[in-house]
């Protein structure tokens, strides 16, 4: 499933991005704009914020035909301000076009060719608990992150947690990362009612 794949959209952002939370970028540069709360994408279907103490990176909001792409981090990383204490992580959301899907992925198909520690599917949120790939994105990352799937006014949603090796995020407070972003979306965006077949 190409939702799932997380290549498909900023990946070149989110490495770049992932290198600024390691400590790798330019000192001395002008303050970043102040980070986004929420983000409203496709007309306003699906509204994107993150969990207390985490914010969008504005630059890395990639809105098009094919998708959407938004990454979040810890408001101080992004701001450069002290803020809320949180884990440090690194979450993305990726938006496919409506389909007016309706059944949610299955954490196998979350999963795909990798193998899952873990593998939860809820009423609402299925979630896999991968062995491997977190450090393909995020240099310094930890190889185990959480992958989550879900459905929101018809349109199918993929997201991530990634930790940096041996933290709390890419072990059980990557679970609750990505549980509580996925309600903040819930809570974010409108109830949107389907409409019903004549």
């Not at 890395?60 to 810890?74: R, Y």
């Not at 991530?160 to 059980?172: L, P, Q």
């Given at each position: 499933m190409p939702i799932y794949s997380f290549k498909r959209l900023g990946r070149a952002r989110f490495i770049g991005f992932a290198i600024l939370l390691s400590g790798c970028a330019s000192q001395g540069t002008a303050p970043p704009p102040p980070p986004l709360q929420a983000v409203s994408l496709f007309q306003g279907d699906v509204v994107v914020a993150g969990p207390a103490g985490y914010c969008i990176d504005r630059d890395?909001?990639?809105?098009?035909?094919?998708?959407?792409?938004?990454?979040?981090?810890?408001?101080e990383s992004l701001s450069g301000k002290r803020g809320?204490?949180?884990p440090p992580?690194?979450?993305t959301v990726s938006v496919l076009p409506q389909d007016h899907a309706e059944a949610q992925p299955k954490?196998?198909?979350?999963?795909?060719?990798?193998?899952s520690v873990e593998a939860v599917e809820g009423n609402d949120l299925s979630l896999v608990y991968l062995s491997s790939g977190g450090n393909d994105f995020m240099p310094e990352g930890d190889p185990k992150y959480w992958r989550g799937g879900m459905v929101l006014n018809g349109y199918t949603i993929g997201?991530?947690?990634?930790?940096?090796?041996?933290?709390?995020?890419?072990?059980?407070?990557?679970?609750q990362l990505i549980t509580g972003l996925a309600a903040r979306l819930r809570?974010?965006?409108p109830v949107r009612i389907a409409a019903v077949a004549e």
């Open positions: 890395s909001v990639k809105q098009g035909a094919d998708g959407s792409f938004v990454l979040l981090a810890s408001c809320k204490n949180v992580a690194v979450m954490p196998a198909e979350l999963a795909g060719s990798l193998t997201l991530a947690v990634y930790g940096f090796a041996g933290s709390a995020a890419s072990g059980e407070a990557g679970r809570g974010a965006s």
